[in-house]
């Protein structure tokens, strides 16, 4: 799947979930992914960046989709999204208990389901690289920059939607 990506061998990409991690998904994809979001604020933000997105509910096939939330619909609709011998890939798990997950569309399509967990050194280096080259800015994934007292008033208009990402910045 790597080589894939990285070079664009002939393949469509998609990404569902705009928040933090899909924008560092999108964005260090150089272009090649169509970017899908339920937040028409999300959308905007990430259209602001030059990103190609549109609204979850216009979705459109894609040989490797992108997984970023942790949720059933969002499985889902990737597994819906993906053309027949594609690739999903889950960067986000479920909340515990029993996901109602289609795999019977997943088995008939013949999908790949891949997962992610965490990174480990050789990502660790990719991604100080990216940020050192500017491939990926703070600024392009973070909407608010505040002091440490304010975060837990962040930590809700995060929740609610009200903002993307907050980072808190030390003086």
């Known amino acids: 799947l790597g080589n894939s990506v990285s070079s664009g061998a002939h393949h469509s990409f998609a990404v569902i979930g705009l928040g933090t991690m899909g924008l560092m998904h999108m964005l260090?994809?150089?272009?090649?992914?169509?970017?899908?979001?339920?937040?028409?604020?999300?959308?905007?933000?990430?259209?602001q960046l030059g990103l190609n997105v549109m609204h979850a509910a216009e979705s459109s096939p894609a040989d490797i989709v992108f997984v970023c939330p942790g949720s059933e619909q969002a499985i889902n609709d990737a597994i819906a999204m993906a053309n027949p011998g594609g690739t999903v890939v889950l960067f986000a798990p479920t909340p515990p208990g029993k996901p109602?997950?289609?795999?019977?569309?997943?088995?008939?399509?013949?999908?790949?389901?891949?997962?992610?967990?965490?990174?480990?050194?050789?990502?660790?280096?990719?991604?100080?690289?990216?940020?050192?080259?500017?491939?990926?800015?703070?600024?392009?994934?973070?909407?608010?920059?505040?002091?440490?007292?304010?975060?837990?008033?962040?930590?809700?208009a995060m929740k609610s939607g009200d903002i993307l990402k907050a980072m808190v910045t030390f003086r």
């Open 28 to 47: 260090s994809m150089h272009g090649l992914p169509i970017g899908y979001d339920l937040s028409l604020k999300r959308l905007e933000w990430a259209k």
């Open 100 to 156: 109602e997950i289609d795999l019977n569309t997943a088995y008939f399509k013949d999908l790949t389901l891949v997962s992610s967990y965490s990174c480990g050194p050789s990502d660790t280096a990719v991604a100080a690289d990216w940020i050192r080259k500017g491939v990926v800015k703070a600024e392009q994934v973070v909407s608010d920059f505040l002091e440490i007292d304010d975060l837990p008033k962040a930590y809700q």
